[in-house]
């Protein structure tokens, strides 16, 4: 939260001119949204992405200072810029594990808070710009912008569930390293 400003700058000066890097995958068995919803991404599928570097360098900065706390080396480790343009949805799903938490830190958020939001469970929030929103995204959840003109930006953070023993971290990875050796994930 305290390098929200420095961050926010830095999206503002570069984010919109680059091309998105998401892929609607299908694996969630269905489109995952309606609308327009684009990706930076530093880390995809637990990799970090050299090009993000390049142009977000001072947020590179911000999220290495996660260490090892970053959910890297599986195939369900993200953390990008997440950009849900107005009149946009992400539909009813949830993560395929339990091992890791979200962290969602707010850039900008469109100024009349009830048109934007994020259902987890059976709880509905709202985003403040700046301020941090962790979740367990094994629970259900979705998330809308329905206003007519404001972007929603986030920068979404996977780090290890703190109830994940380091000894464990290892064991994890490995399992995914071994699987990504038989060609089981790229």
């Known amino acids: 939260e305290g390098n929200v400003a420095i961050i926010q700058k830095e999206y503002q000066q570069r984010a919109m001119a680059l091309p998105s890097d998401y892929q609607d995958s299908n694996d969630h068995g269905s489109k995952l949204h309606t609308g327009t919803w684009d990706w930076h991404s530093y880390m995809n599928k637990g990799s970090t992405q050299a090009s993000f570097a390049f142009h977000f360098p001072k947020t ?48 900008y958020v469109p100024s009349q808070s009830e048109v934007c939001g994020i259902r987890v469970a059976n709880q509905v929030k709202e985003w403040v710009p700046g301020k941090a929103l962790v979740l367990d995204d094994s629970y259900e959840h979705e998330v809308w912008n329905e206003s007519a003109e404001d ?22 990875v490995k399992l995914f390293q071994d699987a990504q050796a038989q060609g089981m994930w790229k």
């Open 60 to 107: 590179v900065q911000v999220l290495e200072q996660l260490g090892t706390d970053l959910f890297e080396g599986t195939p369900f480790g993200f953390a990008f810029f997440s950009t849900l343009h107005p009149q946009s949805k992400i539909q009813p799903h949830t993560s395929p594990i339990n091992f890791r938490l979200r962290i969602h830190l707010p850039l």
């Open 151 to 172: 972007i929603r930006v986030l920068l979404l953070i996977d780090v290890w569930h703190p109830d994940v023993h380091d000894s464990e971290k290892a064991h994890i």
